[in-house]
C-alpha cells in the first residue's frame, strides 16, 4: 500500500539575486520563474569578480530545485553518468502520459507511472504531466554551481543545510579555477554524501519522479491520489511551492 504525506515548508526561501526566484519544500524542492542562462564556461581566467549572466523571470516553470541545464552546459564535461530512459528492447508505443524535455525516468518508474496513469484516466479522462524524475549526481551538481553563479543561496534553498554546506565550500575551494573543475569537486561530495546516505535531492535516488498538479481540479487531485493508492508500490508527498506532486517509486 502506498503511503501518503503533505508537507509544508517550515519558512521561506530567501533569494541573493532578484531575478532568481526559488520556492523549496522539504528535500526535493522547486524552483519557478527562471529563464534558461549558460554557465559562463570561458570567463577569462576564471575571475571570481565576473558578474554571472542574469535571467530574466518568465512564467512558472515546473521543475523541482534546480535551474534548467541547456544542451551545451549538459555535454561539457564532467558529463554524467547515462541513467538511460526507459527503453525496452520492443519500445511499443510512447507512454501515455506527458513527460517535459530531459526528464529521465528509469524503467521500473516508467513502468509504474504508466499503471498509474491508466487509473487516472480511467476516472478523469486526462493524462499526467511528468515534470522531473531521476537525476545524476553530476547534473546536480552542474545545477547547483549554475545556482550559485546566479546568486541564490544554497544553504537557505536546502533543508539538509550540512550537506549544502559541504556543497558550497567545494564550490568556494575551486574559485579562481575553471567551471569544470569546480563541477567535478562539487559532484565528488555530492557522490560521498550519496555512500553515507544522506541526498541533498531526492531526485538522486533512483525512482523518484515529479508530477505536476497546479493545474488539477479538487476532484482530479482526488482521483489522483486514489490512482496511486490502487496502484501500490509508491510513496506519494504533495507539495505546494509551487505546487505538484513527488512520488518515490519503491
Known amino acids: 500500500m502506498s503511503s501518503i504525506r503533505r508537507d509544508v515548508p517550515e519558512r521561506p526561501p530567501l533569494v541573493a539575486h532578484l531575478a532568481f526566484i526559488v520556492a523549496l519544500v522539504a528535500a526535493p524542492g522547486c524552483s519557478a520563474d527562471l529563464d534558461p542562462v549558460s554557465i559562463p564556461w570561458s570567463l577569462p581566467g576564471a ?15 515546473e521543475c523541482d530545485d534546480l535551474p534548467s541545464l541547456t544542451p551545451e552546459e549538459l555535454a561539457r564535461p564532467p558529463r554524467e553518468v547515462a541513467l538511460g530512459k526507459a527503453a525496452p528492447a520492443d519500445p511499443g508505443p510512447p507512454p501515455p502520459y506527458a513527460v517535459l524535455p530531459d526528464v529521465v525516468l528509469s524503467e521500473r ?53 550540512a550537506a549544502a554546506l559541504e556543497i558550497k565550500r567545494a564550490y568556494d575551494d575551486a574559485a579562481g579555477k575553471r567551471p569544470e573543475d569546480a563541477i567535478t569537486s562539487m559532484d565528488s561530495v555530492i557522490r560521498a554524501q550519496i555512500d553515507r546516505g544522506v541526498f541533498i535531492s531526492a531526485h538522486l535516488r533512483a525512482g523518484a519522479v515529479d508530477v505536476r498538479n497546479r493545474n488539477l481540479s479538487a476532484a482530479e487531485r482526488r ?28
Open 109 to 161: 518508474a516508467a513502468a509504474k507511472m504508466a499503471q498509474i496513469d491508466r487509473a487516472y484516466v480511467r476516472k478523469t479522462g486526462a493524462h499526467l504531466v511528468i515534470t522531473s524524475g531521476t537525476r545524476d549526481s553530476i547534473r546536480q551538481a552542474k545545477a547547483m554551481y549554475k545556482m550559485i553563479r546566479l546568486g541564490a543561496d544554497v544553504l537557505e534553498l536546502y533543508r539538509n543545510r
Open 47 to 61: 575571475s571570481s569578480s565576473a558578474r554571472a549572466p542574469q535571467p530574466t523571470p518568465k512564467a512558472l516553470l
Open 223 to 250: 482521483a489522483f491520489v486514489k490512482s496511486v493508492e490502487e496502484i501500490g508500490g509508491a510513496t506519494l508527498l504533495e507539495e505546494s511551492h509551487p505546487p505538484h506532486y513527488h512520488l518515490q517509486i519503491e
